[in-house]
């Protein structure tokens, strides 16, 4: 039975339906809850659906059943990056890259991962340098030193600075250049040393003063042998004019560059257009063209430009993030286009291709905005509230044949039909507590509430799964926030009574051991329980209440405290004597 409800999964979650593949495998998980598989695949199936927190505890649990399988460790850090927690992500990846170093899907993961939480990171502080190296004062106060007057007359020196100015953070680079440094020092009015001698050679330091003046006297001082000058390259008349257009190219690409941010967008497609002329081996001038045509809502010209770009670097092997970049462009063309067309299929499939040349967090995320406007397409395509009462009714019946698999299949379509019915979230509620499917079941309560705060059944559903999970201060709440809209509902009366039938079987102490220890490994997993019992305030208010009788009968006057004490009494923390 097991085997069948994963199949049934495994072939919804193939299809898209990601909420019919949960709630295949919550069958399945009924039937063996043991098989660490089922849970890496509803783990899936809820990150599918973006319900991270609901992925995160399944990978939890698969990971827990099965340390030693690299998938549960995929499935933890998918779930992690999900929900932000970019470092959790990190450090799942890497330990399910321990068990198999060589998993794709793992480092791929890692990768991305990694990616997103040095985004996440504040950017690094200011070159102090930065305003040194800036405007036209630069070039002039290198002109007006000797030093570096002669050096300004070396083409690669030349570069070096024009580098710098362009990016001071790259002048670590070029710190062991002594020219560099030269150039440092009178740009911020210093003398630095120059390890090159500016007057002469340095003398070994291992003679006295006394030998090296015998020295200096015994041998006249040699000037040094001028070094042979290199013999200047041989370039063709070809090469030349190759070159030329290839700096007039890029001349181009920046006129185009500056044209597409002032919104010029003609001017910015003739300055690209010039490039491409003068440089066919550079396809970065067709991905800014392309750029330019989806900023003008030219589509089918941008889809053009990306496709050559794409089949020019196949051609010319030109960098995989390039061809991505032209794939990506490509895809959101597509998708624009498909708010018309309401064909999303090309823009996924494109967007996959670009992922499979390079994994950018960007394309990635475009992709999950596209497959989640394509099921909301799907939706509203699929919403008809008049065949979603049809399909609740059919739940009610098998409801009372006590048949909830097939009734929990009948409120499911119903509410695809209709997402905002919350009659049918209710019923649903009601046919997940039968099956003992109690997290689904409350989800469903309170979806429930939230479509219609004024349907008192949602409470009493709600409320009757807190009982169940033994939760009772918070099914009593829940109880107690229905009578608001219907003060003389007898569920909700009856189901406060129960609540405190509980809640004072706790305080009496007339708890066995193991309903104790139950309650109280349940308790210790809320929130709210460990926030009170690492409140420096009340560890002071519950050793009073052992030690110091008086300063107890003050705190019994305070409501907050008696509130919190309360709820530890429920929760079979604490008994009071």
Same mark, same amino acid.
């Given at each position: 039975?097991?085997?069948?409800?994963?199949?049934?999964?495994?072939?919804?979650?193939?299809?898209?339906?990601?909420?019919?593949?949960?709630?295949h495998f919550s069958e399945a998980i009924e039937l063996a809850p043991t098989n660490h598989v089922l849970y890496s695949n509803r783990s899936a199936a809820y990150a599918s659906l973006h319900q991270y927190s609901e992925a995160l505890v399944d990978a939890e649990k698969t990971v827990e059943l099965k340390p030693d399988w690299p998938k549960g460790y995929s499935r933890l850090g998918a779930a992690h990056l999900g929900l932000g927690e970019h470092e959790a992500a990190v450090l799942a990846y890497k330990k399910g890259l321990e068990i198999d170093p060589s998993n794709e899907a793992l480092k791929s993961g890692l990768a991305d991962a990694q990616s997103a939480a040095s985004r996440s990171r504040p950017a690094p502080p200011p070159n102090p340098f930065a305003n040194v190296f800036s405007g036209p004062e630069m070039w002039a106060k290198l002109t007006a030193d000797p030093t570096t007057r002669a050096f300004l007359q070396q083409p690669d020196f030349l570069n070096i600075m024009q580098?710098?100015?362009?990016?001071?953070?790259?002048?670590?680079?070029?710190?062991?250049?002594?020219?560099?440094?030269?150039?440092?020092?009178v740009l911020l009015n210093l003398k630095m040393h120059n390890t090159a001698g500016e007057e002469g050679d340095i003398p070994e330091a291992s003679s006295p003063p006394a030998e090296r003046?015998?020295?200096?006297?015994?041998?006249?001082?040699?000037?040094?042998?001028?070094?042979?000058?290199?013999?200047?390259?041989?370039?063709?008349?070809?090469?030349?004019?190759?070159?030329?257009?290839?700096?007039?190219?890029?001349?181009?690409?920046?006129?185009?560059?500056a044209a597409y941010k002032k919104k010029d967008f003609e001017k910015a497609i003739n300055h690209y257009s010039k490039a491409l002329e003068l440089d066919d081996e550079d396809i970065s001038f067709l991905t800014n063209r392309a750029a330019v045509y989806l900023e003008m809502g030219k589509y089918e010209d941008c889809i053009k430009d990306c496709d050559k770009a794409v089949e020019r670097g196949r051609e010319l092997r030109s960098d995989f993030k390039m061809i991505a970049r032209a794939l990506t462009r490509k895809g959101t063309a597509y998708v624009k286009l498909?708010?018309?067309?309401?064909?999303?299929?090309?823009?996924?499939?494109?967007?996959?291709?670009?992922?499979?040349?390079?994994?950018?967090?960007?394309?990635?995320?475009?992709?999950?905005?596209?497959?989640?406007?394509?099921?909301?397409?799907?939706?509203?395509?699929?919403?008809?509230?008049?065949?979603?009462?049809?399909?609740?009714?059919?739940?009610?019946?098998y409801f009372k044949q006590q048949k909830y698999p097939e009734a929990v299949k009948h409120y499911t379509e119903s509410l695809r039909r209709n997402p905002k019915d919350a009659k049918a979230y209710s019923n649903r509620a009601a046919c997940y507590t039968k099956l003992g499917a109690l997290p #689904? $079941? /409350? +989800?469903?309560?309170? !979806?429930?509430? @939230? &479509?219609?705060?004024t349907f008192v059944k949602g409470y009493t559903r709600k409320g009757a799964i807190q009982f169940f999970m033994k939760e009772y201060e918070k099914a009593m709440?829940?109880?107690? #926030? $229905? /009578? +608001?809209?219907?003060? !003389?509902?007898? @569920? &909700?009366l009856d189901g406060i009574r129960r609540c405190v039938e509980q809640v004072n079987k706790a305080s009496r102490g007339d708890l066995t051991p193991e309903e104790l220890k139950e309650r109280q490994a349940k308790a210790m997993q809320d929130p709210e329980i460990q926030n009170i019992l690492t409140d420096p305030v009340m560890r002071q208010v519950l050793t009073d209440f052992q030690e110091n009788p008086k300063a107890a009968q003050e705190h019994t006057k305070n409501p907050m405290v008696m509130n919190k004490i309360q709820k530890l009494i429920s929760a079979g923390i604490v008994q009071m004597r």
């Open positions: 039975m097991a085997d069948e409800a994963k199949a049934k999964g495994n072939a919804a979650f193939s299809a898209g339906d990601f909420s019919a593949a949960v709630r580098e710098i100015q362009r990016n001071p953070n790259s002048i670590n680079v070029y710190l062991k250049d002594q020219r560099v440094m030269a150039a440092l020092g003046k015998r020295a200096a006297e015994a041998e006249p001082v040699k000037e040094p042998e001028p070094e042979p000058e290199p013999e200047p390259m041989e370039v063709t008349e070809d090469e030349k004019e190759a070159k030329e257009k290839k700096l007039q190219a890029q001349k181009e690409k920046e006129a185009g560059n498909a708010k018309s067309s309401k064909d999303y299929d090309i823009a996924i499939e494109t967007f996959q291709k670009a992922l499979t040349e390079h994994r950018n967090p960007d394309t990635l995320k475009k992709l999950n905005d596209a497959e989640k406007a394509k099921k909301d397409l799907e939706q509203q395509e699929y919403f008809d509230p008049k065949i979603a009462d049809e399909e609740r009714e059919k739940g009610n019946e #689904e $079941g /409350l +989800k469903d309560a309170e !979806k429930c509430i @939230e &479509l219609d705060p709440e829940t109880y107690q #926030e $229905g /009578l +608001k809209h219907d003060p !003389k509902n007898q @569920e &909700l």
